[in-house]
Nanobody
Framework: QVQLVESGGGLVQAGGSLRLSCAAS????????MGWFRQAPGKEREFVAS????????YYADSVKGRFTISRDNAKNTVYLLMNSLKPEDTAVYYC?????????????????WGQGTQVTVSS
């Protein structure tokens, strides 16, 4: 079992940057594939980025590729999402998620542990 707590959200102007963190409890964090998802008002939750348990493979949604970077520090039980060149359309609640299923995953249904979310608002 793992519990996830996101932090680092906030209000930023378009073109700015934020770094989200997701701290995980438990001693088996390094076994989990991790992902970031987001949900904008009135929209379904969507995949943003994911990282393999050992950090050597990452996947990104096309909408964030080249602007966002997912990384993890297994010694600190933390996964990060660095968001650069933010756009108003990036405004959403951002969730981190964990799975012991495949070594890396983009599908929401594969993840069975979720954080409470952190709000990111990008002003134009």
């Amino acid at each position: 079992q793992v519990q996830l707590v996101e932090s680092g959200g906030g209000l930023v102007q378009a073109g700015g940057s934020l770094r989200l963190s997701c701290a995980a409890s438990g001693r088996t964090f390094s076994n989990y594939a991790m992902g970031w998802f987001r949900q904008a008002p009135g929209k379904e939750r969507e995949f943003v980025a994911s990282i393999r348990w050992n950090g050597d493979t990452t996947y990104y949604a096309d909408s964030v590729k080249g602007r966002f970077t997912i990384s993890r520090d297994n010694a600190k039980n933390t996964v990060y999402l660095l968001m650069n060149s933010l756009k108003p359309e990036d405004t959403a609640v951002y969730y981190c998620a964990a799975t012991l299923g495949p070594p890396i995953a983009t599908l929401e249904g594969v993840y069975n542990h979720w954080g409470q979310g952190t709000q990111v608002t990008v002003s134009s």
